[in-house]
């Protein structure tokens, strides 16, 4: 992604990335920004900001007007007040006309976790909003065509502010349904999540045996974040040096019998469980059950929607519940 983002967004196209709550979208975005950092890049955090367009369009302004100053080394010329948006947009135009002069790459807006912009359309209290956002992104994508001076990337949970069109009856339709190229962050594979540890332990000169590297695989199922919470107890936060496969199982085995008290309980409950949709909550008892084949026609969506987010993944046998702690606190809210 680090490698096709860049190209994607220099080319006046747009582009999201989708994925569960802390699996790194947010780091992606920030490794995205030092590559583009010859560009002039709006960055703002969606939970950071009430849903007002003039003030989000003001906010834009101000910082693409800083990276002007900043790619330029020196100050651009004032302009008067804006309070209307049309007078935002006059000025954002005003300014690309002004780095034109030095360059001809677009701008670029990132806002990291969209969703706090685009809530659910179901409810009637996201319509304020949802009226906000359509009147913000109207204008920017009117930016982006009119003028090919802007492009817009963005994070989020779940594709819906690229699939939803209709929002409400009153509020009308996204204007950016179908714009952004989707990206999905799953979960690592074997290898790196093997590389990711044995390079934060080398910080601390920790070693890990390779059966315990695989231990920690098998129980995250390459779930970043987890996999750096068992490790970091395994090695009591860096006081052992040499980890082994059963330091790894010891802490592995305290987690499965103690979720409801354990930080990696807690994300499962509040952070994935608490999120997914209800098709997609009966998916996942259904592959825990271990019951064998696939859910029914109906639940095809979900299945695809689990796979994106690297909650289950297809083997030779079947499906399977990515990670044997997260099947384990499926199987056990099962029987509670």
């Given at each position: 992604m680090l490698d096709q983002l860049p190209a994607i967004l220099r080319q006046g196209q747009h582009a999201a990335v989708?994925?569960?709550?802390?699996?790194?979208?947010?780091?992606?975005?920030?490794?995205?920004?030092?590559?583009?950092?010859?560009?002039?890049v709006a960055f703002l955090d969606g939970e950071g900001y009430q849903m007002v367009h003039t003030d989000l369009l003001r906010e834009i302004l101000v910082r693409l007007r800083a990276e002007v100053e900043r790619l330029q080394g020196s100050r651009v010329p004032a302009a008067p007040p804006a309070e209307s948006a049309n007078e935002l947009r006059t000025q954002l135009a005003g300014l690309h006309e002004h780095w034109k002069r030095k360059s001809n790459e677009r701008f670029v807006l990132m806002v990291d976790e969209v969703e706090c912009w685009f809530p659910d359309r179901r409810d009637s209290a996201s319509e304020p909003a949802l009226r906000e956002f359509v009147a913000l992104f109207r204008i920017l994508r009117a930016l982006a065509q009119e003028r090919g001076m802007l492009s817009v990337f963005v994070t989020g949970y779940r594709p819906n502010v690229n699939r939803h069109n209709r929002l409400t009856s009153t509020v009308g339709?996204?204007?950016?349904?179908?714009?952004?190229?989707?990206?999905?962050?799953?979960?690592?594979?074997?290898?790196?999540?093997?590389?990711?540890?044995?390079?934060?332990?080398?910080?601390?000169?920790?070693?890990?045996?390779?059966?315990?590297?695989?231990?920690?695989?098998?129980?995250?199922?390459?779930?970043?974040?987890?996999?750096?919470?068992?490790?970091?107890?395994?090695?009591?936060?860096?006081?052992?040096?040499?980890?082994?496969?059963?330091?790894?199982?010891?802490?592995?085995?305290?987690?499965?019998?103690?979720?409801?008290?354990?930080?990696?309980?807690?994300?499962?409950?509040?952070?994935?469980?608490?999120?997914?949709?209800?098709?997609?909550?009966?998916?996942?008892?259904?592959?825990?059950?271990?019951?064998?084949?696939?859910?029914?026609?109906?639940?095809?969506?979900?299945?695809?929607?689990?796979?994106?987010?690297?909650?289950?993944?297809?083997?030779?046998?079947?499906?399977?519940?990515?990670?044997?702690?997260?099947?384990?606190?499926?199987?056990?809210?099962?029987?509670?």
């Open positions: 989708f994925g569960l709550r802390k699996v790194g979208k947010s780091s992606l975005l920030s490794q995205l920004r030092l590559r583009m950092i010859d560009v002039p339709e996204n204007p950016m349904h179908l714009s952004f190229q989707e990206n999905f962050l799953g979960f690592l594979d074997q290898s790196d999540t093997r590389q990711m540890i044995r390079d934060i332990g080398g910080w601390k000169e920790i070693t890990w045996a390779e059966d315990a590297l695989g231990e920690i695989y098998r129980a995250c199922g390459g779930h970043p974040m987890l996999a750096r919470f068992i490790a970091s107890e395994a090695c009591g936060q860096g006081s052992r040096k040499e980890v082994t496969v059963q330091d790894v199982t010891a802490v592995i085995e305290g987690i499965r019998g103690n979720f409801r008290k354990h930080r990696i309980g807690a994300y499962y409950e509040e952070s994935v469980w608490a999120t997914l949709l209800e098709d997609e909550r009966e998916v996942l008892q259904w592959v825990a059950s271990e019951t064998g084949g696939e859910p029914g026609k109906a639940l095809e969506d979900a299945l695809v929607n689990l796979e994106h987010f690297g909650l289950i993944r297809r083997e030779s046998s079947g499906l399977a519940v990515n990670g044997q702690l997260f099947l384990a606190w499926l199987q056990g809210r099962g029987k509670a």
